[in-house]
């Protein structure tokens, strides 16, 4: 806990940042749990449910960079946890492939999800309480669509900043095709703010590889300076840096085919 408000009181925002948090206002409240015991708990819960799932049923096979057991995972190094995203039910196997010790010190894990829905199944969900539900004991991080992009990342620096980590799909929704997609500027905008950690992840499906599931699990970094400083001034989609975590992330994706 001391470590968790330490960070916190480490990092001074910037203006704009500032200004971001300030216009951010939750919908839903409820939604987002106020403690983090249930949080915790659902995490854990689903780590011995999917566990033996993605043994029996998706032949999961996991292999795990070296370097990350030499990672000290303490609540005031802020982490984020990327990977390609192939299935709704990623974070649920991200989860279960994490060593379990490993996984308790990563723990409360965030990651956003929309309250609006298209989709007439998900609204049906919503409407009879569902998705409030899964959102609460998961302790997803609610926007609505219409929310500027500074306005749906703030609540994650927040997150990021009071200890805790956050799980984030670069590509920007599910990619079905072979290889990864173009990374969004959301992990960038978000690095800079913090100069978090990242670790990277690579699925690669049963369909895709014909065998097993396999997933990779890299070495954490961070977006080197350089890099950051040779983004264009006029780009505000940070395409350099992105296109850096997103070869951290192919490299492992090209070596889950072999």
């Not at 620096?157 to 799980?167: A, W």
């Not at 984030?168 to 969004?184: A, H, S």
């Not at 950051?228 to 989609?237: G, I, M, Q, R, V």
Request: hydrophobic share 40%.
């Amino acid at each position: 806990m001391k470590a968790r408000k330490a960070l916190a009181s480490q990092y001074t925002a910037s203006p704009v940042a500032q200004a971001h948090s300030r216009a951010y206002v939750a919908p839903r409240a409820q939604i987002a749990p106020r403690g983090l015991f249930w949080v915790k708990f659902t995490w854990v819960l689903t780590y011995f449910i999917y566990f033996p799932i993605t043994r029996i049923c998706q032949h999961v096979k996991t292999t795990i960079d070296n370097s990350f057991f030499d990672y000290d995972f303490r609540p005031d190094r802020p982490l984020a946890i990327i990977a390609n995203h192939k299935t709704i039910f990623d974070p649920w196997l991200i989860s279960s492939v994490i060593p379990f010790q490993t996984f308790l010190k990563i723990l409360p894990i965030r990651i956003m999800g929309s309250v609006t829905f298209v989709d007439r199944i998900a609204h049906f969900f919503d409407k009879i309480g569902l998705v409030k539900i899964i959102y609460f004991f998961y302790g997803v991080i609610p926007f609505e669509k219409d929310w500027t992009f500074e306005q749906k990342l703030a609540p994650m620096i927040d997150r990021l900043k009071q200890g805790e980590r956050v799980m984030i799909f670069p590509e920007g929704g599910l990619n079905r095709e072979k290889g990864i997609r173009p990374f969004r500027r959301g992990l960038i905008y978000i690095h800079k703010e913090l100069e978090m950690d990242i670790l990277p992840i690579a699925i690669n499906p049963k369909k895709e590889s014909g065998k097993r599931t396999n997933v990779i699990i890299g070495a954490p970094f961070k977006i080197p300076a350089e890099v950051l400083a040779s983004e264009d001034p006029n780009d505000e989609f940070y395409t350099n840096s992105c296109e850096y975590a997103r070869k951290k992330v192919e490299e492992l994706y090209r070596k889950s085919c072999l």
